[in-house]
């Protein structure tokens, strides 16, 4: 009976021990899971930032650009503006009647005030040295006694810019 008893009690012993083997494995199967779960988890919340961050940089880049070709239209508005001006000023220097001259002085000083509004500044080069950044050369004349050569003796056709940007290059006649 002793040894039945012995029997039965290191079956049982084997049973628990196998239950404790399958509740280990079980355990360590679910800390496995766990730990996967969380590196996913990390994983994602790492895409997440990613793509949250380059979402944020798309918007900034579009809205910059849309700032930059509503500024450009503007521009080239304005740009388009410029030919009218030309024809004022030679239309006021050829004007004998005073009342007309007056007249286009008074449309003259409006269209440089839409300018002015507008940020856009006339380039003035003459009698300065030669600058190709803001003006274009058109043809060259001699330097006369005492002069200096690469100056601007005479504006051809005036030159705009807004800021640094030239909207029209002025063209000038330099001295050689």
Same mark, same amino acid.
């Given at each position: 009976?002793?040894?039945?008893?012995?029997?039965?009690?290191?079956?049982?012993?084997?049973?628990?021990?196998?239950?404790?083997?399958?509740?280990?494995?079980?355990?360590?199967?679910?800390?496995?899971?766990?730990?996967?779960?969380?590196?996913?988890?990390?994983?994602?919340?790492?895409?997440?930032?990613?793509?949250?961050?380059?979402?944020?940089?798309?918007?900034?880049?579009?809205?910059?650009?849309?700032?930059?070709r509503y500024a450009e239209g503007r521009n080239?508005?304005?740009?388009?503006?410029?030919?009218?001006? /030309?024809?004022? %000023?030679?239309?006021?220097?050829?004007?004998?009647?005073?009342?007309?001259? $007056?007249?286009? #002085?008074? =449309? +003259?000083?409006?269209?440089?005030?839409?300018?002015?509004?507008?940020?856009?500044?006339?380039?003035?080069?003459?009698?300065?040295?030669?600058?190709?950044?803001?003006?274009?050369?058109?043809?060259?004349?001699?330097?006369? /006694?005492?002069? %200096?050569?690469?100056?601007?003796?005479?504006?051809?056709?005036?030159?705009? $810019?807004?800021? #640094?940007? =030239? +909207?029209?290059?002025?063209?000038?006649?330099?001295?050689?």
């Open positions: 009976m002793e040894n039945e008893e012995m029997k039965k009690e290191t079956v049982e012993m084997d049973e628990l021990k196998k239950e404790e083997k399958t509740a280990k494995k079980k355990v360590g199967k679910k800390q496995e899971e766990l730990e996967k779960a969380l590196a996913e988890a990390e994983e994602s919340k790492r895409k997440w930032y990613a793509v949250t961050a380059e979402y944020e940089n798309y918007r900034r880049r579009t809205q910059n650009q849309a700032a930059q080239d508005v304005v740009s388009a503006l410029f030919p009218i001006g /030309d024809n004022l %000023e030679r239309a006021m220097a050829s004007c004998a009647d005073e009342n007309t001259k $007056k007249g286009l #002085e008074m =449309v +003259l000083s409006a269209f440089k005030k839409v300018l002015e509004g507008e940020g856009v500044e006339e380039i003035d080069p003459l009698g300065k040295p030669f600058d190709a950044a803001e003006s274009e050369a058109i043809m060259a004349m001699p330097a006369a /006694d005492g002069e %200096e050569a690469g100056i601007v003796k005479q504006v051809y056709v005036k030159g705009y $810019k807004k800021g #640094e940007k =030239v +909207l029209r290059y002025a063209q000038v006649i330099v001295t050689n």
